[in-house]
């Protein structure tokens, strides 16, 4: 699970609804608190140099005044060779993240879950996130395989989930906020109860 600030207030649902973790929000925030406390303080120590260097202190107080120069150089070569890539990286999964899943589907169907998304304007998007558009509903079907062994087998996997209707490049999941089904779809099936929404507390299946 990605450590964030956001993450951490999903962290009791989660916590509530897997029962098989034990203390899951104490064990994440304490196997994580060394590498994000590592990452923010090097992230404000960045920020606080370049503020340094252009001149963009506030009144003679600013602390980055204080900041010793001989520092610059790590902490510039760390920013640049870890902290910006790692941020690329992240913005660039979660974008594709966002828009290749599917909610509000049948349940127990893993057929509504994700759709191949590698439409060409996503491909700075997918190059920075090891493809993760094009291959990550491959994991849905079979989920204990690395993310390189998706790619390989890609070029064969994809073309048979597409045989077998999967979608591919479905652009109108920004106008259906991430529905499977437009709108008067989604209206039918709610009335026949066959369409998992948050509001419901039981779910039927499809």
């Known amino acids: 699970m990605t450590y964030h600030p956001a993450s951490l207030l999903m962290l009791k649902e989660i916590d509530r609804d897997n029962k098989d973790f034990k203390n899951l929000p104490l064990k994440t925030v304490t196997l994580n608190t060394l590498s994000a406390g590592i990452y923010i303080i090097t992230w404000h120590l960045f920020f606080g140099f370049c503020r340094l260097h252009l001149g963009w202190t506030v009144t003679a107080y600013d602390p980055v005044l204080y900041l010793p120069l001989w520092l610059w150089p790590w902490v510039r070569d760390i920013a640049v060779l870890l902290l910006l890539p790692n941020v690329l990286r992240q913005a660039s999964l979660n974008l594709i993240a966002s828009y290749c899943h599917y909610y509000e589907i049948p349940q127990n ?4 879950q994700n759709q191949i998304l590698d439409h060409w304007i996503f491909a700075p998007f997918n190059l920075f996130s090891f493809n993760f558009g094009q291959t990550h509903i491959l994991h849905h079907f079979v989920t204990n395989q690395p993310f390189y062994i998706r790619q390989l087998i890609s070029s064969k996997a994809l073309p048979v989930l597409e045989e077998n209707g999967i979608r591919r490049n479905d652009l109108n999941i920004f ?5 499977y089904f437009d709108n ?4 039918k099936l709610r009335k026949e109860d066959k369409i998992y929404t948050l509001e419901q507390s039981k779910i039927k299946s499809h």
Request: no cysteine; hydrophobic share 25%; charged share 30%.
């Open 184 to 187: 008067e779809t989604m209206e």
């Open 175 to 179: 106008k259906n906020n991430n529905r």
């Open 109 to 112: 169907n893993v057929f509504y």
